[in-house]
């Protein structure tokens, strides 16, 4: 089952790889209201429960997006 099956709106956000985390935060709040993306460097420690609500914005050293930011 993908998250398209059970959480709302937009769930994935590729094109933002390379753009920086605060803006793409606000990309992703703007096109889907039903999430919170909440920016951190990659490698954090986070919690590994599943939320429609929650996007993770994973960063390197130079705020830029690493990897497409995803419903989790």
Known sequence: MSTG???????VWPELVGENGK???I???RENPNVEA???PDGTAV???F???RVWVWVDC??????PP???
């Open 5 to 11: 099956d059970f959480c709302k709106g937009k769930n």
């Open 23 to 25: 803006e793409a935060a």
């Open 27 to 29: 990309i992703i709040e």
């Open 38 to 40: 909440i920016v951190l």
């Open 47 to 49: 919690t590994d429960d």
């Open 51 to 53: 939320r429609c609500d």
């Open 62 to 67: 130079n705020r830029l997006v690493v990897r």
């Open 70 to 72: 995803t419903i989790g």
